[in-house]
């Protein structure tokens, strides 16, 4: 099939575009980062099982494609300075020998590149460093590694702007999380942020794969959210056990019948988030540093009513769970 070039006018054919031309389609800062993902050799060993055609003395930035029946195969990338475009297939869209992207188009994209940049002096960089910044994620998730990943890889991610709140760089795995053994929870497991033993955590939609696969690491439990208490929060999030009755700053006056057994004060305590409340078990009301009473959900409590100015809080009754305390003071006359 003979092949034709068309422009629509032939004056522009070959000649620069003027400053300002053109729509910006991408920040810099995710152009910068696409094209250092593209250039990283290490990564195209993995995903070809090897160096491939892609020997080349300078960073490239390079994407192939294969499409179904192997019909094409494309490779296309770009040096600051050349980009370079090549696809291989049979004219009458029949299947090749099984080749692909890097098979097929990669050996001749390589030789292209290289007879391209022969007249080259001064290759710049493919982005601009000062558009990235280096940051430590963990290999499962991809996110920022936290305080309970193993191991971490070291990736270099678009920098954040002054008012930009759209990228994750504050966002830790959420994947791995600290854990200690309860032999009561489904798992075997209780997330815990002061757990010794690290855990892949993962969320309901993965409940059948676990079922089906279990563990890839017998070194890391690979454990279910739903069985896990503890693990309801993003981050091992701890929770807030507030006293919100009495409310903080009460007056309460004895009553005159029944006599001091009779008085008596109802606390009832909110968890922040609710989420967490399942997985406290049982509550310990503490009132002037003296255990009160102990309470299950809905974490509603009597305690003896006596006159003078008290601190009550609310804690665990489990010490090795952790929480932040609200208290409440009141007076009691």
């Not at 200690?180 to 002061?194: E, L, M, Q, Y």
Request: net charge negative; with cysteine; charged share 25%.
């Amino acid at each position: 099939i003979p092949l034709r070039l068309k422009v629509d006018d032939p004056a522009r054919l070959g000649a620069a575009a003027a400053p300002g031309e053109g729509e910006r389609i991408f920040d810099p800062g995710v152009a910068a980062q696409i094209t250092e993902i593209l250039a990283d050799p290490l990564a195209r060993v993995r995903g070809l099982h090897g160096r491939g055609p892609f020997v080349l003395p300078y960073p490239v930035a390079i994407k192939t494609g294969t499409s179904s029946g192997y019909r094409d195969t494309w490779t296309v990338g770009f040096s600051h300075e050349r980009t370079v475009a090549v696809w291989v297939g049979n004219a009458d869209g029949s299947g090749t020998a099984s080749l692909t992207g890097a098979s097929g188009a990669g050996y001749l994209f390589a030789d292209v590149m290289r007879r391209a940049m022969d007249d080259v002096a001064a290759r710049a960089p493919l982005w601009d460093p000062e558009l990235l910044v280096a940051v430590d994620v963990c290999p499962l998730s991809g996110a920022p590694a936290g305080p309970a990943c193993p191991e971490s890889v070291r990736r270099l991610e678009r920098r954040r702007g002054e008012h930009d709140h759209t990228d994750r760089l504050d966002e830790p795995c959420t994947m791995h999380q600290h854990v200690r053994r309860d032999a009561a929870a489904a798992s075997g497991w209780r997330c815990d942020p002061r757990g010794t033993t690290s855990a892949v955590v993962l969320g309901d939609a993965y409940e059948e794969w676990l079922l089906a696969h279990g563990p890839r690491d017998p070194t890391t439990p690979w454990i279910s959210e739903g069985g896990t208490p503890g693990c309801g929060d993003p981050g091992g999030q701890t929770p807030t056990l507030r006293v919100s009755t009495p409310a903080n700053g009460s007056v309460i006056l004895l009553g005159a019948r029944g006599g001091a057994e009779a008085q008596v004060i109802e606390v009832e305590v909110r968890v922040e988030p609710p989420a967490l409340a399942a997985s406290l078990g049982e509550l310990e009301i503490v009132v002037d540093g003296e255990v009160a009473a102990r309470t299950g959900w809905p974490f509603r409590a009597t305690i003896p009513a006596r006159a003078g100015d008290h601190e009550i809080l609310a804690r665990p009754a489990d010490p090795g769970l952790s929480a932040r305390f609200e208290p409440s003071r009141i007076a009691v006359r």
